[in-house]
């Protein structure tokens, strides 16, 4: 009985992904496994019935309260689910609430303001920031660079793709990236196309070590993926950089997540993004 | 006075980003206007600090209590942060704290948890995924689409791009997508590379009204951008979708999380993806 994963269900009127995101950092707490279930848009009295019944089979199937996050705006919604024979960590009335009282202001209890709506300007910011890093992945299109907000650099494979991604898809903002190659290290100078925007630009490094291993992923016992190749090049970089004085961070032990969020607190002390 | 808008902080040991997320959310339901202001890397005593300077500061300097969302696992540093003059709304013991109880189980309190570990297997499919999204957008290439978890099809700039990316990059599924164009109506037919993974497709589609306002941004005038047109390239793509027994929906009116979500549920089905 002790190796069965207590279920966790996540049930909210919308998409359920921030609630589920959120309970995989609170779970990851707990070493123990966890069987994660998420039933979104359960925005109607019948939807709410077929999650509670699958709370309850749940239940008794196991002979263990299954534990809920839910965010669920609708009253009527949220004390059925309430009812549940399970243990529920309601994500939503627990902090408006206090803040009703804080603010000494009535929240909306709108169904469907808890997930995005496609008619704001971020969501459109999203979308066209999304549009615009693929068109100035690897340095691909020198047209409406003005427009970017960043423009990383770094060498291939350093993480400049899915960083620029990310920031486009998470935050809205545009950003291409352009890769510094051996050419670039011979001549000694930035690519041409960047000097006029100098301020815009950071920098992505890497180990070399690890450089290599994911080159060789790729293209296995290449000259580019040989770590003697890596070292030169990530150097070459990083002198480089230092050069131009582009602030810059290792992406080694970085996820993502991180390198953005570094790259935000430094744009953001120039731009007004938020 | 009514018209300063309240400060919210978000304090996080790790980048903050699911609890901004969150937070959003919730500030939704309120009719006022926030001014929302992550501190992220909040994992030493001196960072602490800085940050509880930051509150008091701002409660001093506008007269009202700042509102503060953290995750913060050391129980020293949030007991500092909580001595703050703000409301605390402490999303990480609120509920950590009842869990504790729940699975009769410690819970770590390690730091560095709540966010993504980049060596963790789930992190590594997410980046190989947003790889392999990028080299399957748009049709760009047929190879190793037998590893493909789904693949979109739909007329172009029906939303394909930006929800593979998301699917990738939120959940590691590896997704292609693959444009309908008028050579395949004319012809009557699935693009042929498509014919083998026919369980693998999921069809987007998107009102010929919406399409032409979206295609005329990109071509203005064009006949690839025509009310006209798109009723058509829409009516042939909704036609063949329904011949050829592909799952559809509408991405008219629904973000990419939505259409992603409904994606995850209908493919769930088949593959055990949790």
Not at 184 to 195: A, I, K, N, S, Y
Not at 228 to 254: F, G
């Amino acid at each position: 009985m002790q190796n069965i994963p207590r279920t966790v269900f996540i049930i909210s009127d919308g998409t359920g992904i921030t609630a589920e995101t959120f309970s995989h950092s609170i779970l990851a707490q707990f070493e123990t496994n966890f069987h994660q279930i998420r039933l979104p848009f359960v925005n109607t009295m019948d939807r709410a019935r077929q999650a509670l019944q699958e709370v309850n089979n749940n239940a008794s199937k196991y002979g263990l309260k299954p534990i809920v996050f839910s965010t669920l705006v609708n009253q009527e919604i949220n004390e059925l689910i309430h009812s549940s024979n399970a243990m529920v960590m309601d994500m939503f009335h627990t902090f408006v609430a206090p803040l009703e009282n804080e603010l000494n202001l009535k929240s909306t209890h709108a169904m469907g303001r808890f997930h995005q709506n496609i008619e704001t300007q971020s969501y459109k910011d999203r979308i066209e920031a999304i549009n615009f890093s693929l068109a100035h992945d690897d340095g691909q299109s020198h047209k409406n660079l003005e427009d970017a907000d960043v423009i990383l650099v770094g060498v291939s494979r350093s993480g400049k793709t899915p960083t620029c991604l990310y920031l486009a898809m998470q935050y809205g903002i545009k950003s291409a990236n352009y890769p510094l190659i051996p050419d670039d290290f011979e001549r000694g100078t930035l690519p041409t196309e960047l000097h006029k925007y100098r301020t815009k630009l950071f920098g992505l490094t890497i180990e070399p070590q690890r450089l290599s291993q994911i080159r060789n992923e790729r293209r296995p016992g290449s000259k580019y993926a040989s770590l003697e190749n890596c070292r030169y090049e990530v150097n070459e970089a990083q002198s480089m950089m230092e050069r131009e004085n582009i602030p810059w961070l290792s992406s080694t032990h970085k996820s993502i997540e991180e390198i953005s969020t570094t790259i935000l607190q430094i744009i953001k002390s120039d731009k007004n993004l938020y």
